[in-house]
């Protein structure tokens, strides 16, 4: 996969970049977001596929960009077909700061250094070129402005910035209620978008586990096996007692 083309992840993190604050909208969220989209970028580049509400490996060949690659391995090495909700809901610590910190030696964010409450280091982001927010941002309108069935990777970006809550950012107020929920509706233009879209919602219900299989006959039904979770990208190391704080 070339880097003349932004990836999914990057234009999630982009939109979710607040100018005014330097931080990102709905952190938490995000990240299972930043996974989500990690997922219809690897179908987009005919890497993977759903299988029902599975995902599972069709092309292993890696597509050039190293965080992709390093999920698309990782499901490889789970053999069979992995559960959207199952990966979206494994640990996640540190994607939104490596994509961040991508964005950064890409040159499309610069890193503001800072200081919260006068003692704890913090980091916020400025986007350096605000052409490409607007003309994500553009897209986004557009779609839901002109009601015209989006391209699969604006459709699936509508989907992804619904699940993790980037309506009120995007559309805040009374005003922007129906812009809210055509965002939401877009959600159905694209089948790969969706299916991570519920998944990321699923993950924020608590709706993600394993379900129970029935007892076999005569046997006292025990409780549920939990389900192992899905592993992302490798947990970022700690300098020092005490953590650099990146803003939110």
């Given at each position: 996969m070339g880097r003349s083309r932004r990836t999914l992840p990057e234009e999630l993190l982009l939109l979710a970049l607040d100018p005014a604050t330097g931080t990102t909208a709905q952190p938490q969220s995000l990240d299972l977001g930043l996974a989500g989209a990690q997922l219809v970028e690897l179908a987009l580049a005919g890497r993977i596929a759903p299988d029902g509400d599975r995902i599972a490996v069709v092309v292993p060949r890696p597509t050039g960009d190293p965080t992709l690659d390093c999920a698309l391995e990782l499901l490889r090495r789970r053999g069979a077909p992995v559960r959207a909700v199952h990966w979206i809901g494994g640990p996640r610590l540190g994607l939104r700061q490596i994509y961040l910190s991508h964005l950064e030696r890409c040159g499309m964010v610069a890193a503001v250094p800072g200081q919260m409450c006068g003692v704890l280091p913090t980091t916020r982001y400025q986007a350096t070129d605000t052409a490409i927010s607007r003309e994500i941002r553009s897209r986004l309108d557009s779609a839901i402005r002109t009601g015209v069935p989006p391209d699969p990777r604006t459709a699936a970006l509508a989907a992804l910035a619904h699940a993790v809550g980037l309506g009120k950012h995007l559309y805040p107020g009374n005003e922007g209620r129906s812009s809210r929920s055509r965002l939401r509706d877009l959600i159905r233009h694209d089948p790969m978008g969706g299916l991570v879209a519920h998944?990321?919602?699923?993950?924020?219900?608590?709706?993600?586990?394993?379900?129970?299989?029935?007892?076999?006959?005569?046997?006292?039904?025990?409780?549920?096996?939990?389900?192992?979770?899905?592993?992302?990208?490798?947990?970022?190391?700690?300098?020092?007692?005490?953590?650099?704080?990146?803003a939110h």
């Open positions: 998944a990321v919602m699923d993950v924020q219900n608590g709706a993600g586990a394993q379900p129970r299989r029935p007892a076999p006959a005569g046997r006292q039904a025990g409780p549920a096996v939990r389900a192992e979770p899905a592993r992302g990208v490798p947990m970022q190391p700690r300098h020092g007692s005490m953590a650099r704080a990146v």
